[in-house]
């Protein structure tokens, strides 16, 4: 059984280390759509899947071929792709596609094993995250659009420190050599995947306060390729201009080091991108309306909808500064391109079916 072109899925690749705020992401774009998003009824608990009304998210850690032992056994890291079954990820991300169920397998993170598998049916929006959406070029040509969270390895620290070490009780030297030993399979399978993505949300440590190594102010940059179909990057003021915006004073309340804005254009691995960034974080987040205001493109149903959405979600890691701005437009970005494939599909039945 196949569902016609009109409301075939579209599929979406969020690719990130793990630990590096992909859930986060989810349920903020999850919310842009209008419903949160809650593991399917009646199946495995341990299951990694979130479905919501328009939504499916699945966890790429799924598609392991080897389980904890196995990747032992062989000296592997997850990160590996000797670790994953691209075949079978190709072929189930394809199968929903083209509106077909898959049995999609289950890794259960507690018991490091293999689990039975679960049925997924074709929904609206398929999200698949996880450490490789973009490494196979089979499963990269399927994505409608894609987004990399590049967590630099500062920021990275900061935060495994925070949940390692206050949340789990792992010590500081254990973290450090956690994440020294997973670097050279981040650097070689992980990193390389943000060249193909259409935006890449860059988590740096702030320029603001010299020599800052404490990782909780930061400098976010979005980064969106030029000329992806159904994709117009937001700006600042004015579209391809080079700006650099300070926009505390009357309308907004910024106590040390401040709020920095930049826009402009630029090339990231050979592509033509427009860049926007935020160093700083917001003291008051209904103020937000204030910076909203000055951006466009910004893809919001009504006024104030970036402001709404962030003081809703506001208990969210992240949404006193750039990562939690950013993600919320992203949110905005994907479900403006969802709308746009919807209406031209509905537009041309026949070159939808074609295409
Ligand atoms: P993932 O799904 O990639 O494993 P999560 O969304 O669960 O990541 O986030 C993991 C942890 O990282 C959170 O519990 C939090 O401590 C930290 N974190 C994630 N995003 C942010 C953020 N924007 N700002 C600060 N900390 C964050
Ligand atoms: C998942 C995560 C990996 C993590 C792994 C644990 O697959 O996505 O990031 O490293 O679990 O692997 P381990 O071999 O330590 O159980």
Known sequence: ISCSAADKTIVIGL????????????????????????PPKGGNPDSNTLISDTTTVICLDDYHSLDRTGRKEKGVTAL?????????????????????????????????????PELIKPPKILVIEGLHPMYDSRVRDLLDFSIYLDISNEVKFAW??????????????????SIEARKPDFDAYIDPQKQYAD????????????????????RVRLIMKEGIKFFNPVYLFDEGSTISWVPCGRKLTCSYPGIKFTYGPDTYYGN?????????????????????????????????????????L????????????????????IRDLYEQIIATRAAAPLEATKA
């Open 272 to 312: 033509e991108v427009s860049v926007l960034e935020m160093d700083g974080q917001f003291d008051r987040l209904d103020e937000l309306i204030y910076v909203e205001s000055h951006l466009s493109n910004i893809s919001t149903k009504f006024y104030g909808e970036i402001t709404q959405q962030m003081l809703k």
């Open 15 to 38: 690719a990130a280390d793990s630990g590096c705020g992909k859930s986060t992401f989810m349920r903020r774009l999850t919310s842009v759509f209008g419903g949160a998003a809650e």
């Open 314 to 333: 506001s208990d969210f890691p992240g949404s006193n500064n750039g990562t939690g701005l950013f993600q919320t437009i992203v949110g905005l970005k």
């Open 160 to 177: 495994k420190i925070q949940r390692d070490m206050a949340e789990r009780g792992h010590s500081l030297e254990s973290i450090k050599a």
């Open 199 to 218: 935006a890449v949300i860059e988590v740096l440590p702030t320029q603001l306060i010299p020599d800052d190594n404490e990782g909780k102010v930061l």
């Open 80 to 116: 590996d792709p000797r670790a994953n079954d691209f075949d079978l990820m190709y072929e189930q991300v394809k199968a929903i596609k083209d509106g077909v169920a898959v049995d999609k397998p289950i890794y259960n993170h507690v018991s490091g094993l293999l689990d039975p």
